[in-house]
């Protein structure tokens, strides 16, 4: 006689085991015909599920949060069956649900085309129609294994050899006369699935991601709750292919990549000032907050990185070489382990602390070549990292001051839209949960002193302490994880660093916090870019304003209102060129140059310039100090 208690705390007493579906029924019709999936003691299960003990359900319906992953999943399961039965003998290996959508990879001889992926979409689209139940089955492991070998599917057979232990049963989901090996949940029936999916691409995969493995084919798909979010979502793709940092990057000509340098960025002129910017200004914010800037070395030796843990779990993503005299060296992936050298260098005291050390620390990692992606995903990187050592008593208020300080930056870069994501202890860790209950402590104490809303995931903190990660909401809706900040008292533990406390005592161990509010330089110009579509605020446009003339009899004055501006600190320069004015207006309205500024005879005359905005409005005519003025305030540039 199980009694289910629902979410809202009350509950149902059954006199025989129930399924998901039977409760949903009882509740009412409506939610029997909506019900996707359960879920039961917080795990999910399909429908048919039975429980023959007390349990506490939800029950999981099209606006449950849980439901995009479900629907996508079943998609995923949809495209496999419409493949084989367009394309027999096609083998079927894996397929996930992803962020936005799933894929699933094929062995098959002969390539997929572009037209194929619409066949394939209308086939899915018959399935749902056929409204197939989806039902889950248990299998012996040999069996499972003789039933995918009888058929051909070498790659499922793998998979059971591999994943699946000796004596274990395999699960496998059946839709029609369609199956494959699925741990589940899905969907009660094909057409329960939305028909608001769209194949995207192409692409090729290895087999179990191994470069040494057989070469597969992989369908990319999106799927989503109606068509109203399926077209959202494909005119965000629309828009954010417009707004592609790589292009817009070429094209404003602020860096270029080479495959003589993979991963890494050529900064031009243009792009390099931007960089530089992004660095005056975290220095001023940081100066302000009272962060000292330290540097470290980029290359170190093994030792150092054995001991910071980085050797034996970092390795294979590390850049290292060996000299004549047999000592092994690295390339620096992140900069903590620098930091706690340079705080190990001299006797600290409680009263040198909270100790607020940043480096714009320049760090490689190889990431695979696959996986680079203009300025979001390179190998070459540097990080606006801090480290901030404190005594436990400072550790909350220090967590609060850099959660404010994150906050106010980001608002800077017009960045309002700012999640907070709380990750809380892993299974496997270091440290004891006392330890663990404190440094989980601060960062939550800090955001309810301050009263932010936080999403919390359970589980998924560092192995050396929990961490608050900040993700930005652009201008076309996408999110981006940039900030972070850890606590950490693993690594003054594995390098023994210490102050002097009040008590005379010098063994006391400081907390360390990791502080990053860009995460990437690089990535975060990417993001930029992006957000803003290249047109930058002034404040932050390598190019401010351009001066024209309109012929040549003008630029003696041009370049000495040159000089002028940029003795006022003002990003300015200069086109003589023997071309027509408005295809210099053109032009620069192009290279999005916030302010373009046009001397004619008359203007020459009375010592001014036309001023007219990137966005084609007219500002009439200043004089040199009058538009100086003007320009700075708008930028907040401080005279030096």
């Known amino acids: 006689m199980p009694q289910i208690t629902l979410p809202d705390g009350s509950s149902r007493q059954f006199d025989n085991p129930v399924s998901v579906f039977d409760v949903a029924a009882d509740i009412g019709p409506g939610l029997a015909k909506a019900a996707l999936a359960g879920k039961v003691n917080g795990e999910m299960v399909d429908t048919s599920f039975v429980m023959d003990d007390d349990a506490e359900l939800s029950i999981i319906t099209s606006k449950s949060e849980e439901a995009l992953e479900l629907i996508r999943h079943d998609a995923a399961h949809v495209m496999a069956q419409a493949v084989q039965e367009l394309f027999p003998g096609t083998q079927v290996t894996i397929g996930p649900a992803i962020e936005d959508g799933f894929y699933y990879d094929f062995a098959r001889e002969t390539p997929f085309s572009a037209d194929d992926l619409s066949k394939i979409e209308d086939r899915m689209t018959e399935i749902v129609d056929r409204d197939l139940a989806i039902t889950r089955e248990v299998w012996d492991r040999d069996a499972a294994k003789q039933t995918f070998g009888d058929i051909g599917e070498s790659y499922k057979v793998e998979i059971i050899e591999d994943i699946i232990p ?128 330290v540097n470290t070395p980029d290359v170190m030796d093994r030792s150092l990185w054995e001991t910071s843990g980085h050797w034996f779990n970092y390795r294979e993503n590390m850049f290292s070489t060996q000299t004549e005299d047999e000592r092994i060296f690295a390339l620096k992936p992140m900069n903590c382990p620098g930091s706690v050298s340079m705080f190990a260098q001299g006797l600290k005291s409680y009263r040198d602390l909270p100790l607020r050390m940043a480096e714009f620390g320049k760090v490689h990692r190889y990431e695979p070549s696959g996986a680079l992606h203009g300025l979001m995903r390179v190998r070459h990187f540097t990080q606006d990292d801090a480290h901030i050592y404190c005594t436990e008593q400072q550790m909350e208020q220090e967590c609060i001051d850099v959660v404010k300080l994150v906050l106010d930056i980001y608002k800077d870069f017009g960045f309002d839209d700012v999640i907070i994501k709380l990750s809380t202890r892993p299974e496997n860790r270091i440290g004891s949960d006392e330890v663990w209950d404190k440094l989980e402590g601060a960062l939550s104490n800090a955001l309810d002193v301050m009263g932010l809303d936080y999403i919390l995931f359970p589980g998924e903190g560092a192995f050396y302490g929990p961490k608050l990660e900040f993700v930005l909401r652009d201008a076309i809706g996408r999110d981006w994880q940039c900030g972070t900040l850890q606590v950490d008292m693993n690594l003054p533990e594995r390098f023994d660093i210490s102050y002097v406390d009040e008590d005379g005592s010098r063994d006391k161990r400081p907390v360390m916090l990791h502080r990053a509010l860009f995460g990437s330089l690089e990535r975060f110009i990417g993001i ?113």
Not at 588 to 595: E, K, M, N, S, W
Not at 620 to 627: A, I, R
Request: glycine content about 8%.
């Open 166 to 293: 000796e004596g274990e049963e395999v699960s496998v989901y059946r839709q029609g006369d369609w199956f494959d090996v699925c741990r589940g949940p899905h969907l009660p029936s094909t057409g329960k699935l939305p028909k608001a999916f769209k194949l995207m691409k192409l692409a090729g995969a290895y087999w179990r991601g191994d470069s040494n493995n057989e070469t597969l084919q992989r369908i990319y798909g999106t799927a989503w709750r109606d068509k109203k979010e399926l077209n959202k979502h494909l005119t965000q793709l629309e828009e954010a292919e417009k707004r592609d940092h790589r292009k817009i990057g070429r094209k404003l000509d602020f860096f270029h990549f080479s495959d003589d340098a993979p991963g890494s960025v050529f900064w031009h002129p243009k792009g390099w000032t931007l960089f530089r910017q992004l660095l005056d200004y975290m220095r001023q914010r940081q100066d302000e907050a009272g962060y000292v800037e």
């Open 528 to 640: 930029l870019i992006e957000h803003y579509e290249g047109k930058f605020p002034v404040w932050l446009s390598p190019v401010q304003a351009v001066l024209m003339t309109i012929t040549d009899k003008q630029d003696d004055y041009v370049k000495d209102v040159e000089k002028q501006l940029k003795a006022r600190g003002i990003r300015v320069m200069s086109d003589l060129r023997n071309e027509k004015i408005g295809f210099k207006i053109r032009e620069h309205t192009l290279q999005a140059t916030p302010y373009l500024l046009v001397a004619g005879h008359r203007e020459m005359e009375n010592g001014e310039i036309a001023v007219r905005t990137q966005k084609g409005d007219d500002l009439g005519t200043m004089s040199v100090d009058d538009f100086a003025n003007f320009i700075q305030q708008e930028a907040r540039i401080r005279l030096q």
